[in-house]
């Protein structure tokens, strides 16, 4: 049988699949006052049309995965390209000429972004089966890690890029700019082959393309749950950042407005060399003396444990740049255990790679829909410092929960396998 060689134009084309998509996902906000100035949305309307996009994506999250387990990675993607196309092409034409008549502005973005979020749902789940797929194991962290950076590079290029284009055209210029990189993918993964990994089979019949089944037993394996607690909670801590790492700079740490702006995207600045990284480290000391069990737990550990440890002394320091750059590198480190954890889901999941991650993705999904809404709310009873003591507690928590994951399959997973297939077997 052939060796499966990795497929790095494929992991490529992946980030830049993610990165596209990120693009799409995060215009709204950058055109947001805008939108809200034409359209007269307040502040509550234009938040339920971010929650739209949030509501849309954790429903499909599990769905989407389970689709790219069982019809590939590529052609999900291909199909999910565009509609990122489409749904953001039709948000620029909202309350545009002949389309003002047709439905009001709030109700069209509404339902268009809670498309999007729907449409968005398969890009990282996607991303994991065709990693699990494409690349050798030895090698997934890194993978992951490329792909994943995509977050970092989404973060960094969408603000200054759109804004520019909307100060000199107008927010509908800045979203068709915006779709551009997923028009672009999108035609890309319609010419691209994937890999053979190995040789063919003898028996013709066997060379026809079939739908993969999907393992839902394996997402019962005590690792797994272990696994997606933890990614929970590196969901709940990072999401903080996202959401609100700038108004905490420019309201409790009194930076003004552009340095609070420049000040907020060191982290993201910071991630995309975080995130690969991590993932690369992973994988060196998996394929090391220590072996996967150990390579993989290290870095997810000592970065979110190191993270905490940051967010303790940037929530504590009176000097606010400290507390500026504290924070950044500790969302920095928060951010560079995406590859070993995604690397760990492809080894355990396997063909069921597409489930898992969404399973998984939906878990960091929920601890980002709960923090941003929590932390203000404890910020408010018990003072910002605390609340972020709470998230670095959280942080080293998520840390702590790797001591029981297995990433090649323990003993304790594999026996309930065994369970599994002699209670299926005597059931026959």
């Not at 759109?162 to 927010?171: A, D, I, N, P």
Request: hydrophobic letters at 55%; one cysteine or more; a positive charge.
């Amino acid at each position: 049988m052939a060796v499966r060689r990795p497929a790095w134009g494929l992991v490529a084309l992946l980030c830049a699949t993610a990165t596209a998509g990120y693009l799409c996902r995060v215009n709204a906000s950058t055109a947001g006052a805008l939108l809200m100035h034409e359209f007269g949305l307040s502040q509550v309307a234009m938040g339920r049309v971010f929650s739209a996009f949030l509501l849309g994506y954790a429903l499909c999250m599990v769905p989407a995965g389970a689709i790219a387990d069982r019809w590939g990675a590529r052609r999900v993607l291909t199909v999910a390209a565009w509609s990122w196309t489409a749904l953001t092409l039709l948000q620029a034409l909202v309350g545009w000429g002949p389309f003002a008549a047709v439905v009001a502005a709030l109700p069209a973005l509404l339902a268009l972004r809670f498309l999007l979020g729907m449409a968005a749902a398969p890009t990282y789940p996607a991303s994991a089966a065709g990693i699990s797929g494409w690349i050798p194991a030895p090698l997934q962290g890194r993978a992951a890690g490329i792909v994943l950076a995509s977050i970092g590079l989404g973060s960094a290029i969408a603000p200054p890029l759109l804004s520019l284009v909307m100060v000199r055209w107008g927010w509908r210029a800045s979203l068709v700019v915006s779709a551009m990189p997923a028009l672009v993918v999108s035609v890309l993964w319609l010419v691209v082959r994937e890999p053979n990994p190995a040789a063919a089979p003898a028996d013709p019949a066997s060379r026809r393309p079939q739908r993969r089944s999907v393992p839902w037993h394996l997402l019962r394996r005590r690792s797994f749950a272990l696994l997606t607690a933890s990614y929970t909670l590196q969901g709940y801590v990072g999401y903080i950042f996202v959401f609100w790492f700038y108004l905490y700079l420019v309201q409790e740490r009194h930076f003004d407005l552009l340095q609070g702006a420049w000040m907020s995207s060191v982290p993201w600045l910071l991630s995309i060399a975080s995130i690969p990284l991590g993932g690369w480290l992973a994988d060196r000391l998996a394929t090391g003396r220590l072996g996967p069990r150990w390579g993989l737990r290290v870095v997810p550990m000592a970065g979110l444990t190191a993270s905490g440890a940051l967010i303790g002394v940037g929530a504590h320091t009176t000097n606010a740049w400290v507390a500026a750059l504290a924070l950044a590198f500790a969302t920095a480190l928060v951010l560079c255990v995406e590859g070993p954890f995604w690397a760990c889901l492809t080894r355990l999941a396997g063909p069921g790679s597409g489930t898992a991650g969404g399973v998984m993705n939906l878990g960091s999904n929920i601890g980002g829909l709960i923090s941003p809404a929590l932390t203000p709310v404890l910020a408010a009873w018990i003072g910002w410092e605390h609340a972020l003591h709470v998230a670095a507690v959280l942080a080293v928590i998520a840390a702590l929960l790797w001591l029981g994951i297995e990433p090649a399959g323990g003993r304790h997973d594999d026996e309930q396998d065994v369970a599994k297939v002699g209670r299926a077997e005597a059931s026959h």
